[in-house]
């Protein structure tokens, strides 16, 4: 069973930062790819970082500049670095895991609360 536990979110103003962590639980955690995904009631899920198990990181057009993916594959952890946040950027943040081979089973984690006022 994979296990999942994120944390960082929070309230900020317009420009400020948060950083998001999804701690895991796979000892084979590199295998893994990971993204981090974001919903509002009024817009569906949205992809904003992918990371493949071999390290490569792809943004959402939205955040792309302003955000940074990072893994970390000895803590087990993935993290998003959110830098001159936007209220546009207001949102449960999801975590993703999948392990690399086709057809895997997707594990998401329960989303932590971003809201960004202006």
């Known amino acids: 069973q994979v296990h999942i536990v994120e944390s960082g979110g929070g309230l900020v103003h317009s420009g400020g930062s948060l950083r998001l962590s999804c701690e895991t639980s796979p000892l084979d955690f590199n295998y893994y790819n990971l993204a981090w995904y974001r919903q509002t009631p009024v817009h569906e899920r949205e992809l904003v970082a992918h990371i493949n198990s071999g390290g490569q990181i792809d943004y959402g057009a939205d955040v792309w500049g302003r955000f940074t993916a990072s893994r970390d594959n000895v803590a087990n952890t993935m993290y998003l670095q959110m830098d001159r946040l936007k209220p546009e950027d207001s949102a449960v943040y999801y975590c993703?895991?999948?392990?690399?081979?086709?057809?895997?089973?997707?594990?998401w984690g329960q989303g932590t609360q971003v809201t960004v006022s202006s």
């Open positions: 993703y895991v999948r392990y690399f081979r086709e057809g895997s089973e997707v594990y």
